[in-house]
């Protein structure tokens, strides 16, 4: 599949929104820690708002590639660098983000590659069966 910038928005906010809720929610709930927090709901949003410019750079990539396609592995790159991006700017740069002020790296790498293992997976198996127009619209739903 070659997606569109559009599909790619459309597409990684319906698996976070899905996925990424139902991935979020033990933690919140405080099922993988010793209390509940709502941090972990902040970090999606910031993932879902970072993604939405990573995708504008992905798919000005995307161009270059002689079939303009984007293969499932560089997905899961690119889920990997935007944790590391998330790292830097809450731990490292300390930027004012609100929600996140007292987040625990180690949650946080737990959190953040369960959502995100989940939504490659999803994204390359049930999606594409559940949804196989999906693969040819360019990952456009509408």
Known sequence: ????LFGRWQTRLLLLATVGVLGTLPFAL????PHSSPVYFWVLGYVAIFGIF????????QKFRWDRDWPGIFQL???IWEGIFLIIIIKLLQLPLPGVQNLDLNLFIRHYSL???GIYLASQTIMRVLFPR???RGGQWF
């Open 134 to 136: 999906w693969r040819f």
């Open 1 to 4: 599949m070659t997606p569109t």
């Open 77 to 79: 790159l690119a889920g």
């Open 54 to 61: 990573w995708d504008i750079l992905y798919n000005y990539l």
């Open 115 to 117: 959502v995100w293992l």
């Open 30 to 33: 405080g099922i993988t820690s």
